[in-house]
Each structure stands twice: as structure tokens, then as C-alpha cells.
């Protein structure tokens, strides 16, 4: 059971923006603990996408990019790409816990 | 090049144990926080446990305290998660991960545990 609530799917056309939305409460996101977002190709490990809620790794492209408010955040990927399609996962820390949580995850389908 | 490589996965019957490696290079090992996250089948991401640049401090899921435990070896740029009592609900690729600020930077390519009678 996940303290990080993702919606399942989401999906678009090429070329559109979608956004994956990340929920999460006041012992996590609430708390003021930073944001990040993992890639996760069929078959492959999980990747980098955006750290500390905005920031990119080298090499990750600017359609790429994050946000966060209150207790959610968000990724939004703009110019929808074919290889774009994939399972994406937002993490954070949990003060509950006392450890690390990851999203429920959301599959990208690209139309 | 960062490269993590995971390797000691298997089947085991349920009550067995087993032991992962996780052998790094392409960094500086010893300055590093590591991790163990894992995926069951068909599933989301689960953090499992992590360790700090020493070994002095070490951290777990709820689910697997008292049942693994994880280690490193700096001289051998390795980190090591022992699996013991393992249950059916533990079978998953496991991955070592090296850790950034509370975030997990680098993966290997994961390493499959099957647990079943």
C-alpha cells in the first residue's frame, strides 16, 4: 500500500502534454521532502527522470519537467514522443515511515 | 561510466536464504549512500534498505526488519543484502541503487528472486 497515490494511466497523441499527478500527505510531500520522478522503460530499470522536484539530470530532455505544491506534484511531459511510452514512478521521503516511498506508478501510452 | 551489477539471485524455497552482490564502478563507492529497492512481479517500486558511506547506519522497510540485512565492502567496491526467512511475498527483481540526497541516482540491471515451494 502506497503512500504515494499516481493515476494509473495516462495517455496522448504525439506531440501533446500530458501530466502524471502525485499525491501524497502531510508526514511526505506535506512535510517539505523534494520530489523525484523515475522513468521506467518495458523490461529495463528504472531511471532519473527529475530530482528535487524540477531539476534534470544531464541528458534528460527539457520536455521533461516537474513541479510540486502542498502535498502533490506533478510531472508534465510536453512534446509527447513514441519513446516516451513507459512506467513512471515519483518517490520521496516519508517521515512516518521513516524511510523511502515511491508512487503507485503510471503507464504513458503515446496514441 | 557508473556501472552497478547485481548478481545472487535465484529460486529458494520459502524459510531459505540467500545473499545478492552488487558490484560498483565508474565512481567513488566509499563516499556513497547505497540502496536495495525492489519490484515484485507486475508491480510498483519498493525501497527494501539502505546503508551510508561506512556501514555505520543502516535503514529498512518495515516488512524485512530482522529478516535482511545489508552490508558493504568499500575495499571491494560491493554492497551485499543477505536474505534470510524468506517469504513467498519477497519474490521480486531486487536492485542496487546508488543513492543521491534522499534519491536513488544510479541503477544496475536488477536480480531476480524467486521464492516458491
Known amino acids: 500500500q502506497s503512500v504515494l497515490t499516481q493515476p494509473p494511466s495516462v495517455s496522448g497523441a504525439p506531440g501533446q502534454r500530458v501530466t502524471i499527478s502525485c499525491t501524497g500527505r502531510?508526514?511526505?510531500?506535506?512535510?517539505?521532502?523534494?520530489i523525484h520522478w523515475y522513468q521506467q522503460l518495458p523490461g529495463t530499470a528504472p531511471k532519473l527522470l527529475i530530482f528535487?522536484?524540477?531539476n534534470r539530470p544531464s541528458g534528460v530532455p527539457d520536455r521533461f519537467s516537474g513541479s510540486k505544491s502542498g502535498t502533490s506534484a506533478s510531472l508534465a511531459i510536453s512534446g509527447l514522443q513514441a519513446e516516451d511510452e513507459a512506467e513512471y514512478y515519483c518517490?520521496?521521503?516519508?517521515?512516518?515511515?521513516?524511510?523511502?516511498?515511491f508512487g503507485t506508478g503510471t503507464q504513458v501510452t503515446v496514441l | 561510466e557508473v556501472k552497478l551489477v547485481e548478481s545472487g539471485g535465484g529460486l529458494v524455497q520459502p524459510g531459505g536464504s540467500l545473499r545478492l552482490s552488487c558490484a560498483a564502478s565508474?565512481?567513488?563507492?566509499?563516499?556513497?549512500?547505497m540502496s536495495w529497492v525492489r519490484q515484485a512481479p507486475g508491480k510498483g517500486l519498493e525501497w527494501v534498505a539502505n546503508?551510508?558511506?561506512?556501514?555505520?547506519?543502516?535503514s529498512y522497510v518495515g516488512s524485512v526488519k530482522g529478516r535482511f540485512t545489508i552490508s558493504r565492502d568499500n575495499t571491494k567496491n560491493s554492497l551485499f543484502l543477505q536474505l534470510s526467512s524468506l517469504r513467498v511475498e519477497d519474490t521480486a527483481v531486487y536492485y542496487c541503487?546508488?543513492?543521491?540526497?534522499?534519491?536513488?541516482?544510479?541503477w544496475g540491471q536488477g536480480t531476480l528472486v524467486t521464492v516458491s515451494s
Open positions: 528535487d522536484n524540477i
Open positions: 565508474g565512481f567513488t563507492f566509499s563516499t556513497y549512500w
Open positions: 541503487s546508488g543513492q543521491g540526497h534522499h534519491r536513488f541516482d544510479s
Open positions: 546503508i551510508n558511506e561506512d556501514g555505520s547506519q543502516k
Open positions: 518517490q520521496s521521503f516519508d517521515s512516518s515511515l521513516g524511510g523511502y516511498v
Open positions: 502531510s508526514s511526505n510531500i506535506g512535510a517539505g521532502f523534494d
